[in-house]
C-alpha cells in the first residue's frame, strides 16, 4: 500500500479514516479505544495517546448524536 500524500511505501494507517501513511506524512492524535462506567458509577475512558493520523480527515471534537440507536 502507498502513501495517500506522496506515495511512497507506507508504513500505517489513520485510525480515523483509513488513509495509507508513509513515514514522513504521519501525524499523531488522541484516540478514545474504550468507554466504560468504573464501579462508582463515573464515566472512564481507554486512551491511546498517539493514534495516527493523516491530517486530511476531520475528527470532531464535539460528540454527534445518535438519536436512531436509542
Known sequence: MNCWHCERTAYGTCIFCGRALCKDHVRE???I???YRD???D????VT???LYCGVCE???DPVALPELG
Open 59 to 61: 475528527p470532531r471534537e
Open 49 to 51: 495517546v498517539r493514534a
Open 29 to 31: 492524535m488522541p484516540h
Open 43 to 46: 464515566h472512564r475512558a481507554i
Open 33 to 35: 479505544v474504550a468507554l
Open 39 to 41: 464501579g462508582r458509577g
